[in-house]
């Protein structure tokens, strides 16, 4: 679970204490979107602010807003800070689940995305920076209830509204990943 944009940018190396950047993965025949669903494409330069996401009928999206009251067009949220697209290395059968559309004047959508790879693995990516700012507003709390539910089934369940207390995180395979610049 991506809850920002721009993850995994660099490859970094670790040598004791000193972290090196080798270079961008995707420069280095490896694309971010290969594993996360999208890839970076820019950031709010006039620091302008985001605007909402817009729900877009997807299967994915039934169950990920199950419950929320929002249906295919309905907008939700807002953020937009750093922005992620699809791109021809985006695993078949990603699914786009939400656009904040022309994000930041350019004719480009920062996307959210989901896929299930061929491993069985379950990857949700929001697509800008930075969903985890919303989490606790209504109906981004479902939401995020129902990927916790489906992506770490063994965890203890997710109640609205309720924060998660430390030894009760969600434990069951998913990644949890809610920084996302140079990550």
Known sequence: MFLSAN???????????????????RKLG????????VQYFGYDS??????????????AGRWIFRGTGLQPGSPFSSRGIEADHTSAASPRGTQVIAEIVN??????????????????????????FSLACSVWQPPVQQMMANLVTTLAPSAPPLRIGQEPTPGRLPTGGALIATRGSDS
């Not at 204490?17 to 993965?25: A, E, K, Y």
């Not at 006039?46 to 299967?59: D, I, Q």
């Open 30 to 37: 490896r694309p971010e979107a290969g594993v996360v669903g």
């Open 7 to 25: 993850n995994f940018y660099y490859e970094i190396t670790i040598t004791g204490d000193v972290m090196t950047r080798v270079g961008q993965w």
């Open 103 to 128: 994000v930041f004047g350019s004719g480009r959508n920062a996307q959210m995305t989901y896929y299930r790879a061929p491993s069985g693995a379950k990857v949700f990516a929001a697509g800008a």
């Open 46 to 59: 006039a620091g302008r602010g985001g605007s909402p996401w817009t729900l877009r009928r997807s299967t």
